[in-house]
C-alpha cells in the first residue's frame, strides 16, 4: 500500500507547486476533405526541434480530437500519423502560457495526400493495434470504423478473434465471453461507459448475442485495470462504443440486407440494416452530432442433440444407466437500435448522450425422447426401459436499454469529466411448457445402443408407437426477470510537470445502485392418465427429421396448449414452487479513487488506489421444516482497497515492454446469494448471503514489438491469484447439518491460482511483390494452467480435491489469413479451444467429472467492392461442422452431442461515403 500512496502524495504536493508554471498547451482537430472523415486514432507527435528527446505522443480522441498540455515552450515538429504511415508534417511553435489550436486538414486546395486506407483489414489492424500501443494499460481492440465492418454477426463472435479470449456458444451461436480463461461471470462490460446488468436470472454474465456487430464502432478488452475503472472484473473488461457521427463530416448513411442458409434446418432467414448522421458546423469549433442506427435479423434453424447426462458406471466396465435424444426448433429475432448525440462547445467544451436498445427474442421448441434403462448396460447389450417422450416450448425475450448522458470540460490545466447513466435489462418468459410428458404405458423391451460417443438407440416398433404412451403430466411455468442500475461518475484530472517531466493527478468518486428482481409462477397439471387416458397419438406431428438415427414422431405444441385451456389452470397452481424461486436484491456500490502518472524519458508509470464499498440487501422466500413459506432478508456490507501500479517502458522506436500488479474484487451471483432455501429435515437446498466477494491480485509482464503495416509481435506472462472463489457444494453430515442426506449451497474456497502466457502475431505481407503484396496474417494462442481446491462431506468425512477452474481451457488460439486489394477482402479464420471442466462429478476421484472436448471453428468471409459505394459479402460459418461434446471419464463417453451444421450467408451493402 505505501508503495502506491507515497508516490502519489508526492505527485500531488508537486502539482501544487507546479501551478506556477506557465508551460503551453497544443490542441486540434485532424479531418480530411477528400472523404470527409476525422481520424480519431491517429498518431498525433510532437518533436522539439534540436532536441529530440523531447517527444510527446498521443492518440486523437473521438471527432479527431487531440489536446497535448504542459508543453514547454520552443519550436516543434508536428507528424500526423494514420495507419502506420505519416500524412501530415508542419513546424510549430510554442508559447508559455498560451494555447494553440493546431487544426490538422488533409487534402485541402494547398495540400494533396496520397489517399488514406480507412477501412479493410489492415487499416482496422493498424488503428487497432496504435491503440492498443499508446494505452496507459494493457488492452485488445477491434475496430470497425467504418459502419458495418466487422464481418462476425454479433459482438460475443468478434471478441472470439482477441488473444487470450474464448466464447461460449448457445445452439452454435456466440454468447458469453471468457477473458483468459476466465467465466464470464467475473468479467464486466460497457457500453459507451455505463456497466450492463444481465437479463438472465441469478447471473452476472452478459450475453453479448444480444447487441449486433453493425451497431458497434470498436470492441476494447481491457486487461489490467487502472483506478478510474471499476475493479469488478477478474478476467477483464469488455468495453462496447458504438457510432459516433463525429467521426465523419457532413451527412453519411449506409444500408445492408442479407440472407443466411442454415443446412441443418434447411432455412433461409433475412437481416437488415441501416445507419447514418449527420454533422451540423455552427462556427467557432461548435458542432453538433447526430448519429443512429438499426439492425434486424430473423433467423429460423435448429439443433439435433443426443445426452447421457454423465449417467455411466465404471465399476464394472462402462455401462448406460440412461440416455436422452433431442431435437430443436429454433426461431431467434435480434432488433437493435443505437442513438447517439455528440455536441462540441468550442475546443474545451463537449457534451454527449449515447442510447442503445436490444431486443432479443427466442422462440424453441424442444422435443425429447428420455430413455432410463431396467439395468445399466454397455454397448451392444439390450435392456428393458421405461421411455418418456417431452415436449418444451419457450417463448423468451431479452432487453437490454442503455442511456448515457456526460460532458468533458478542458479549464487550463485541469479536465473536468462527469457521467450519468442508467441501463436496464430484463428476461421475460410469459408462457412457457416446461414439460409435457408422455409415459410409456409399459416398460419397452429389447432396447440397447451403438456408439458410446453419439449414442444411436436400436429400439422395437413399439417405441415409436404412439399409441404406446400416455400424456402423465404437464409443467406450465411463466417468469420475469429485471436487473436495473443507476450510476454516476465524477473524474478530475490535473496536468503539471514534475521535474520537467509530464505528469498528471487524477482523482474521482462514482456511485452505482442496482436492484436485481425475479418473480416465477408454476403450474402442475399431475396424474393425467389416471381420471382417463389421452394417447399420445391425439397430439403426434410427425416423424423428425433427425440426423442421430431414427426419432420417431413429434409433439405438436398447440394440441398441447388446447388440452391445457380444457383443464383447471387454478386448481394446477402450485403454490409453494411460484413463491421459492422469488427473489429481490439491492446492490450499492461507491467507490473513491487517487491515481498518479508520469512520463520520465522512456518511462511511463501509473499508481494509484481505488476504494470500494458494497451494500448488499436481499430478499427472498424459503419452506422451512414446518413446511411454512416465509419471508427472509439479509444484508451483507463489505469495503475493499485495491492498491495498482503499472509501467510502461520504452526499450526502442518500436518496442516496449509492460507490468503491471493490479487488484481486482468481483461479488458473488445473484443465484449464489440469494437468501432463498428449502428445508425438510433430510434434504436442503440453500442460498448463501453471507458469501465473500472474489479477490483477486493481478500480475502481468510482457513485450510488445510492432513492425510495418498492421504489424505485431507480442509476448505477455500472467499471473492471478484469487480468494474465496466460489463453488458449489454438499454439507450434509457436516457439524450442522448431521443428520442430513443432501445439503446443496455455494461456499468460499480458499484459493485459486492462474497461470499463463499470451502469444500474438499480425502482419500484412505489403513487402511481396504484387498481388501477394495484399496477403495478411494473424495469429494468437493463450496457454493457461489452474489451480484450486474444492471440499464437500460424504457419510459425515470431509472430502477434498484439487481440480483446474471449471470452464478454463489450457490452450485457445486463432489463426486468421485474410488477402485484400482495392476490391476484393477475403478472410479465413480458424478459433480454437482445448478442453476444460464443465462440471465436477465427485469429490473421491475424477471418473464422474464432465469435460468439454477440445472445439475447432473455422469460418469464412469475403467481400467485393462494386464501386466505391456497393459491395456484395458472403460468408460461411462453422465450415467443417464442428459440434458441441461433452464427455465424462473418457471421451469415447458422451455427455452431450450438439450438431448445428454450417450457415451460410450472402448480402449487399451500400455506403454513401
Not at 346 to 360: A, D, E, P, Q, R
Not at 778 to 807: C, E, H, K, M, W
Request: proline share 3%; hydrophobic share 35%.
Amino acid at each position: 500500500m505505501n508503495f502506491c500512496i507515497k508516490p502519489l502524495a508526492a505527485i500531488i504536493a508537486l502539482s501544487c507547486a507546479a501551478l506556477a508554471q506557465a508551460d503551453g498547451n497544443l490542441e486540434g482537430r485532424i479531418s480530411d476533405t477528400r472523404n470527409q472523415t476525422v481520424y480519431s486514432g491517429a498518431v498525433i507527435r510532437l518533436e522539439m526541434l534540436g532536441d529530440a528527446s523531447m517527444n510527446r505522443e498521443v492518440l486523437a480522441a473521438k471527432g479527431g480530437r487531440f489536446r497535448l498540455p504542459q508543453v514547454p515552450a520552443g519550436d516543434y515538429l508536428l507528424s500526423t500519423v494514420v495507419g502506420g504511415k505519416t500524412v501530415d508534417s508542419r513546424t510549430i511553435t510554442i508559447r508559455d502560457g498560451e494555447t494553440l489550436t493546431a487544426n490538422i486538414v488533409l487534402n485541402n486546395a494547398q495540400q494533396d495526400v496520397e489517399e488514406i486506407l480507412v477501412i479493410g483489414q489492415a487499416a482496422q489492424m493498424q488503428r487497432a493495434l496504435d491503440r492498443q500501443r499508446y494505452a496507459d494499460n494493457m488492452i485488445s481492440v477491434i475496430n470497425a470504423d467504418a459502419i458495418g465492418q466487422l464481418p462476425d454477426a454479433n459482438a460475443a463472435e468478434a471478441l472470439q478473434r482477441v488473444p487470450g479470449l474464448s466464447i461460449e456458444r448457445d445452439q452454435g451461436e456466440g454468447r458469453f465471453v471468457r477473458i483468459r480463461g476466465i467465466s464470464s461471470d467475473l468479467n464486466s462490460v460497457t457500453v459507451n461507459g455505463t456497466q450492463i446488468p444481465a437479463p438472465e436470472a441469478g447471473s452476472r454474465s452478459v450475453a453479448l448475442d444480444v447487441i449486433p456487430s453493425n451497431l458497434l464502432s470498436s470492441l476494447v478488452v481491457t486487461k489490467t485495470l487502472t483506478p478510474d475503472m471499476d475493479a469488478n472484473a477478474i478476467g477483464g473488461a469488455v468495453e462496447i462504443n458504438s457510432i459516433s457521427a463525429l467521426d465523419r463530416e457532413g451527412a453519411f448513411y449506409s444500408a445492408a440486407t442479407q440472407l443466411s442458409y442454415d443446412e441443418q434446418s434447411e432455412h433461409t432467414n433475412p437481416a437488415y440494416s441501416v445507419a447514418g448522421g449527420n454533422t451540423f458546423d455552427f462556427g467557432n469549433d461548435r458542432r453538433l452530432g447526430v448519429a443512429a442506427a438499426l439492425s434486424f435479423d430473423n433467423r429460423k434453424f435448429g439443433s439435433d442433440n443426443v445426452e447421457t447426462g454423465g449417467a455411466w458406471g465404471f465399476d464394472n466396465g462402462a455401462k448406460l444407466e440412461e440416455l436422452e435424444q433431442r431435437e430443436y426448433s429454433i426461431e431467434r429475432e435480434r432488433l437493435g437500435a443505437a442513438l447517439n448525440l455528440d455536441y462540441e462547445h468550442g475546443v474545451n467544451h463537449s457534451f454527449y448522450m449515447h442510447n442503445l436498445y436490444s431486443k432479443f427474442s427466442d422462440n424453441e421448441q424442444r422435443v425429447a425422447n428420455e430413455i432410463e434403462f431396467a439395468d445399466a448396460i454397455a454397448q451392444g447389450e439390450s435392456s428393458d426401459a421405461e421411455v418418456v417422450r417431452s415436449l418444451k416450448d419457450r417463448e423468451e425475450t431479452q432487453k437490454i436499454i442503455s442511456s448515457t448522458l456526460g460532458a468533458n470540460h478542458f479549464i487550463g490545466d485541469w479536465t473536468v469529466e462527469y457521467k450519468v447513466g442508467i441501463s436496464k435489462a430484463s428476461e421475460d418468459e410469459p408462457d412457457t411448457i416446461a414439460g409435457a410428458d408422455f409415459v410409456s404405458t409399459a416398460d419397452i423391451s429389447g432396447l440397447s445402443f451403438s456408439n458410446s460417443r453419439k449414442p444411436r438407440i436400436n429400439a422395437p416398433s413399439a417405441f415409436y408407437d404412439p399409441a404406446q404412451y400416455e400424456l402423465d403430466k404437464i409443467e406450465r411455468t411463466r417468469s420475469y426477470t429485471e436487473d436495473k442500475q443507476t450510476m454516476a461518475q465524477l473524474d478530475i484530472t490535473r496536468d503539471f510537470d514534475l521535474a520537467d517531466y509530464p505528469a498528471l493527478v487524477k482523482f474521482g468518486a462514482k456511485t452505482k445502485m442496482r436492484e436485481k428482481s425475479q418473480d416465477a409462477d408454476t403450474w402442475k397439471y399431475k396424474d393425467l392418465s389416471e381420471d382417463s387416458s389421452v394417447s399420445m397419438s391425439d397430439f403426434a406431428s410427425g416423424e423428425r427429421d433427425y440426423s442421430l438415427g431414427r426419432f420417431g414422431p413429434g409433439i405438436s405444441s398447440n394440441k398441447v396448449r388446447s388440452y391445457m385451456a380444457t383443464l383447471d389452470r387454478a386448481d394446477a397452481f402450485d403454490d409453494e414452487d411460484s413463491v421459492l424461486e422469488d427473489y429481490d436484491i439491492d446492490e450499492d456500490i461507491n467507490a473513491g479513487y487517487l491515481m498518479g502518472r508520469i512520463d520520465a524519458d522512456e518511462l511511463r508509470v501509473i499508481a494509484g488506489v481505488r476504494y470500494e464499498q458494497t451494500k448488499i440487501s436481499a430478499r427472498g422466500n424459503a419452506l422451512n421444516q414446518s413446511d411454512e413459506l416465509v419471508t427472509v432478508k439479509k444484508d451483507n456490507d463489505y469495503s475493499h482497497v485495491l492498491p495498482s501500479v503499472q509501467a510502461r517502458w520504452q526499450l526502442a522506436d518500436s518496442t516496449q515492454v509492460r507490468a503491471a500488479w493490479t487488484n481486482a474484487v468481483v461479488r458473488p451471483t445473484f443465484e449464489q446469494m440469494r437468501p432463498n432455501f428449502t428445508d425438510d429435515g433430510s434434504e436442503a437446498e440453500l442460498g448463501n448471503p453471507d458469501l465473500k466477494a472474489l479477490e483477486a491480485a493481478n500480475f502481468d509482464l510482457g513485450i510488445e514489438h510492432f513492425m510495418g503495416s498492421a504489424g505485431t509481435l507480442s509476448a505477455f506472462v500472467f499471473r492471478k491469484k484469487i480468494d474465496n472463489f466460489i463453488y458449489e457444494t454438499d454439507l450434509a453430515g457436516s457439524a450442522d447439518y448431521a443428520a442430513y442426506d443432501e445439503v446443496i449451497t455455494f461456499r468460499n474456497g480458499d484459493q485459486a491460482t492462474l497461470n499463463g502466457l499470451e502469444l500474438a502475431f499480425s502482419h500484412k505481407l505489403d513487402m511481396l511483390p504484387a498481388p501477394f503484396n495484399g496477403l495478411l496474417l494473424a495469429a494468437n494462442t493463450t496457454f493457461t494452467r489452474s489451480d484450486a481446491t474444492v471440499s464437500a462431506y460424504d457419510s459425515g468425512t470431509l472430502l477434498q480435491r484439487d481440480i483446474s477452474l471449471p470452464n478454463q481451457s489450457d490452450v485457445t488460439g486463432n489463426f486468421i489469413i485474410g488477402y485484400e486489394n482495392e476490391r476484393l477482402s477475403m478472410r479465413l479464420a480458424t478459433n480454437y479451444k482445448s478442453e476444460y471442466l464443465a462440471e465436477v462429478g465427485n469429490l473421491e476421484n475424477s471418473k464422474g467429472d464432465v469435460y468439454q472436448s477440445a472445439q475447432t471453428q473455422l469460418d469464412f468471409n469475403a467481400s467485393y467492392k462494386m464501386t466505391e459505394q456497393l459491395k456484395l459479402s458472403f460468408e460461411v460459418a462453422n465450415i467443417t461442422d464442428e459440434p458441441y461434446y461433452a464427455y465424462v471419464n473418457k471421451e469415447r463417453y458422451n455427455a452431450q452431442y450438439e450438431d448445428y451444421g454450417p450457415t451460410y450467408r450472402v448480402g449487399i451493402s451500400y455506403t454513401s461515403f
